[in-house]
């Protein structure tokens, strides 16, 4: 019975051997701009924006980037009632990152990222559920475009001028 055990054990040991974890390199898990960057909003102002931003790039410590972030808003609306009121709205954001190398003062990357949503407004009057439900969605915007704009600097080579 013991030889049958140290059969086993041996084996599932030995399978273990080329195992290859899916984190193993951390150039994709941190921020690069983590406490280095100084971030300059422009724009639409966005009560989310203010509050998302240090927890994405914390606070500047090393001031060794800019980060100039420019948002534009466009409202438009989708189907319109015979009475005039819209019944569908689109929210289209687009943020326009720019990022300064501080000790060479140059343009180390460029990016533009659209993000929209719908709302379905309920009444013509104030609504709370409208408005909640549009700001959770500004709120959901905002942290999906941050994460994206964080995803696309993983690939990028930030010491360098454009």
Same mark, same amino acid.
């Given at each position: 019975m013991k030889k049958i055990i140290s059969f086993v054990l041996f084996f599932f040991i030995a399978s273990c051997n080329n195992l290859d974890f899916v984190y193993n390199e951390n150039t994709n898990l941190i921020n690069p701009l983590y406490n280095k960057t100084n971030i300059i909003l422009s724009g639409v102002d966005l009560v989310f924006m203010k509050s998302y931003v240090p927890m994405f790039f914390g606070n500047n410590q090393n001031n060794k980037y800019n980060l100039l972030i420019n948002i534009k808003e466009k409202k438009t609306k989708k189907s319109i009632e015979t009475n005039q009121a819209a019944s569908n709205l689109r929210y289209e954001l687009r943020f326009f990152y720019t990022l300064i190398l501080n000790n060479s003062n140059c343009k180390v990357y460029e990016k533009e990222i659209? *993000? %929209?949503?719908?709302?379905?407004? =309920? *009444? +013509? $009057? %104030? #609504? %709370? $559920? @409208?408005? +909640? *439900?549009?700001? =959770? =969605? %500004?709120?959901? /915007?905002? @942290?999906? !475009?941050? #994460?994206?704009? /964080?995803?696309?600097? *993983? $690939?990028?080579?930030? !010491? #360098?001028c454009i």
């Amino acid at each position: 019975m013991k030889k049958i055990i140290s059969f086993v054990l041996f084996f599932f040991i030995a399978s273990c051997n080329n195992l290859d974890f899916v984190y193993n390199e951390n150039t994709n898990l941190i921020n690069p701009l983590y406490n280095k960057t100084n971030i300059i909003l422009s724009g639409v102002d966005l009560v989310f924006m203010k509050s998302y931003v240090p927890m994405f790039f914390g606070n500047n410590q090393n001031n060794k980037y800019n980060l100039l972030i420019n948002i534009k808003e466009k409202k438009t609306k989708k189907s319109i009632e015979t009475n005039q009121a819209a019944s569908n709205l689109r929210y289209e954001l687009r943020f326009f990152y720019t990022l300064i190398l501080n000790n060479s003062n140059c343009k180390v990357y460029e990016k533009e990222i659209l *993000s %929209y949503f719908s709302i379905i407004p =309920k *009444s +013509a $009057g %104030y #609504n %709370y $559920g @409208t408005d +909640a *439900s549009i700001e =959770k =969605k %500004y709120e959901l /915007v905002i @942290t999906d !475009n941050l #994460n994206q704009f /964080v995803s696309f600097l *993983s $690939g990028v080579d930030i !010491n #360098n001028c454009i």
